[in-house]
């Protein structure tokens, strides 16, 4: 069982602007069946987690929730949940949930959405494996972090998909 952080990023090492918009990167150019795409990956995850900023972008751009995963939020908020949905809001620890998702997982690998910051909180504790940058070729110059740690990693596999630069990497602490 691996916990992965897969996410686009701006050259410039940002996911989103200070406004939290991601129109630098719908707009982008990638290969859905491509190297390194999002349907071949979801496909091996059990389980995911957010922070609230990244399930508020969810909530308000996509009509529907569409994952099928159980998913935790993280917040301090008593945000409401998809109908149907299995959302499960949560401030705990890192570690109490992240041996939650992996119970509800069924041997899948764990996904950890975003931002930046909760996938440092999940590799502060040792419990972040690979991260997956798919490096949009646009500069932001400001905006929310990819990962704000002092972290080693090792390139485990490269590929360009279209407009993008796709780097795996593994967690060598
Ligand atoms: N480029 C991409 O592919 C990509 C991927 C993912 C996300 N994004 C975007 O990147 C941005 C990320 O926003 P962000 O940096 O603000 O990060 P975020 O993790 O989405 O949200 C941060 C919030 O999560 C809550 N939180 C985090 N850790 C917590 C903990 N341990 N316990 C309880 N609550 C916790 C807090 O919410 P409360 O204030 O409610 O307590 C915190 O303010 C979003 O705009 C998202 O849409 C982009």
């Not at 401030?91 to 992996?102: G, K, L, P, S, Y």
Request: net charge negative; charged share 20%.
């Amino acid at each position: 069982m691996t916990t992965h952080f897969y996410t686009a990023t701006s050259l410039d090492g940002f996911i989103a602007t200070p406004e939290h918009s991601l129109d630098w990167l719908l707009k982008q150019d990638f290969d859905e069946e491509g190297p390194m795409a999002y349907p071949a990956f979801i496909e091996g995850i059990g389980a995911l987690a957010m922070g609230a900023s990244t399930y508020e972008w969810l909530r308000k751009h996509d009509s529907v929730w569409s994952y099928e995963q159980p998913t935790w939020v993280f917040t301090h908020r008593a945000l409401e949940t998809p109908e149907g949905a299995d959302v499960r809001i949560t401030q705990a620890n890192i570690r109490d949930v992240h041996a939650e998702m992996t119970a509800a997982a069924n041997g899948k690998d764990l996904w950890i959405v975003g931002g930046g910051d909760l996938a440092g909180q999940f590799a502060d504790q040792g419990l972040l494996d690979e991260v997956w940058l798919q490096y949009a070729p646009v500069m932001l110059g400001a905006g929310a972090p990819v990962l704000p740690r002092a972290l080693n990693l090792e390139l485990i596999e490269l590929a360009r998909n279209r407009s993008f630069l796709c780097g795996r990497y593994r967690v060598a602490g």
